[in-house]
């Protein structure tokens, strides 16, 4: 059974800090995605990585895939109040339709 | 381009009841899907349907069936609902495999 695990589970941190998020699995995926989800509303899609190695930036945001293709990274630069929220790993096995969901790491930035 | 929607956005069953969750999309995707988030769980899937006229099990189908209506439309029925089923459901569509999905904005059910 593939697992993502998410780390740290929950952050509070003030503004204009920087923080990293850790997705990490012993399966390789052939792609992994960034979501992010406000109370009440479904997880809204960040990125997608599909290359070992991979890094992407979304304006402060930067998303690392690993070499190997079993964990990823969110690194944000500079954390804005706006940033607040529940951040989920996903991973996509070889076909690509059963994607699975790390636990999520909760976010709070203090203004 | 509303993306995907689903009704009703809240549900309250007693156990023993059945009800149907509808989803439609409208960015043309092949692919649908729904998953069920609980507390500390993150999101489990249940049923996917890789494009119109195929469904197939995810990680948790059990106590639920699933209906591509059309390429649009891919529907939940709960036959005999459970206190365990209460949950947020949600609905979402991809149009590759693994680039990403697209959510809608979920449907709270509470079985008591």
């Known amino acids: 059974t593939q697992l993502l695990e998410q780390s740290p589970q929950f952050l509070s941190i003030q503004e204009g800090e920087n923080l990293t998020v850790y997705c990490n699995s012993s399966s390789v995926f052939s792609s992994l995605q960034w979501y992010r989800q406000e109370p009440g509303e479904g997880p809204v899609l960040l990125v997608t990585?599909?290359?070992?190695?991979e890094v992407k930036k979304l304006k402060r945001l930067t998303f690392q895939f690993g070499d190997a293709r079993k964990d990823s990274s969110l690194h944000i630069t500079a954390a804005q109040p706006g940033d607040t929220g529940l951040y989920l790993c996903?991973?996509?096995?070889?076909?690509?339709?059963?994607?699975?969901f790390g636990a999520g790491t909760r976010l709070f930035v203090k203004a | 381009n509303a993306g995907v929607t689903q009704t009703p956005k809240f549900q309250v069953l007693k156990t023993g009841q059945s009800m149907t969750l509808q989803c439609a999309q409208d960015?043309?995707?092949?692919?649908m899907y729904w998953y069920r988030q609980d507390p500390g769980m993150g999101l489990r899937l249940i049923y996917y349907?890789?494009?119109?006229?195929?469904?197939d099990k995810g990680e948790v189908p059990n106590g639920y069936n699933v209906s591509r209506l059309n390429k649009r439309e891919f529907s939940l029925r709960l036959e005999s609902a459970a206190p365990s089923q209460t949950s947020v459901y949600f609905c979402a569509s991809s149009d590759l495999q693994g680039t990403g999905l697209y959510f809608g904005p979920g449907t709270r059910l509470t079985v008591t």
């Open positions: 990585v599909v290359t070992g190695g």
């Open positions: 960015m043309n995707h092949n692919s």
């Open positions: 349907s890789a494009s119109e006229g195929t469904t």
């Open positions: 996903a991973g996509a096995g070889t076909g690509g339709f059963k994607t699975i």
